[in-house]
T-cell receptor, first 107, second 113 residues
Framework: DVKVTQSSRYLVKRTGEKVFLECVQDMDHENMFWYRQDPGLGLRLIYFSYDVKMKEKGDIPEGYSVSREKKERFSLILESASTNQTSMYLC??????FGSGTRLTVV | GESVGLHLPTLSVQEGDNSIINCAYSNSASDYFIWYKQESGKGPQFIIDIRSNMDKRQGQRVTVLLNKTVKHLSLQIAATQPGDSAVYFCAEVNAGNNRKLIWGLGTSLAVNP
């Protein structure tokens, strides 16, 4: 089975901190995605990557950046965390397989 | 614009009954559709998919029906069990768009014992 691992289940960060969310997949997928999930808004695509060092903006990229230095790892970066970035963050690999999610709280 | 939406935000059924969760989509330029199940505190879990050249696909206790004429997708769960309680999402996939998923908002299924 494909495994998508997100490094943290729960994170609490302070406003203004730089935050790294890591995602690793073990099936050599080219495409990887970062979503955030909020009540009433569903899943919204932040960024995706279809190859190493390649990235494309999703629907809500503002306040985020990503890094894909190796095929198996796709990192989401919050340059300066804000309270409106409190959310559940979900990584997907190959488009269709999701990690367990990281619930980020920014205080 | 592109959108995928669900008819019913909540559904309550009795244990043992069959459940039907519906989904409407607007973008006909899609390759296939996926149903996901998401339990509280977990990521979405793939249930079943169907390609746009099919109208029905069956899995274990689940059946997905696709009606392209009216752009409607449904997930049928047979003999619903308490463990089926979750939020169910449909998603539309366009392979020509880097396999981006277009998501519905979800339907919450509650199974009453």
């Amino acid at each position: 089975d494909v495994k998508v691992t997100q490094s943290s289940r729960y994170l609490v960060k302070r406003t203004g901190e730089k935050v790294f969310l890591e995602c690793v997949q073990d099936m050599d997928h080219e495409n990887m995605f970062w979503y955030r999930q909020d009540p009433g808004l569903g899943l919204r695509l932040i960024y995706f990557s279809y190859d190493v060092k390649m990235k494309e903006k999703g629907d809500i990229p503002e306040g985020y950046s990503v890094s894909r230095e190796k095929k198996e790892r796709f990192s989401l970066i919050l340059e300066s965390a804000s309270t409106n970035q409190t959310s559940m963050y979900l990584c997907a690999s190959g488009g269709y397989t999701f990690g367990s999610g990281t619930r980020l709280t920014v205080v | 614009g592109e959108s995928v939406g669900l008819h019913l935000p909540t559904l309550s059924v009795q244990e043992g009954d069959n459940s039907i969760i519906n989904c409407a989509y607007s973008n006909s330029a899609s390759d296939y559709f996926i149903w996901y199940k998401q339990e509280s505190g977990k990521g979405p879990q793939f249930i079943i998919d169907i390609r746009s050249n099919m109208d029905k696909r069956q899995g274990q206790r689940v059946t997905v029906l696709l009606n392209k004429t009216v752009k409607h997708l449904s997930l049928q769960i047979a003999a619903t069990q308490p463990g089926d309680s979750a939020v169910y999402f449909c998603a539309e996939v366009n392979a020509g768009n880097n396999r981006k998923l277009i998501w519905g908002l979800g339907t919450s299924l509650a199974v009453n014992p």
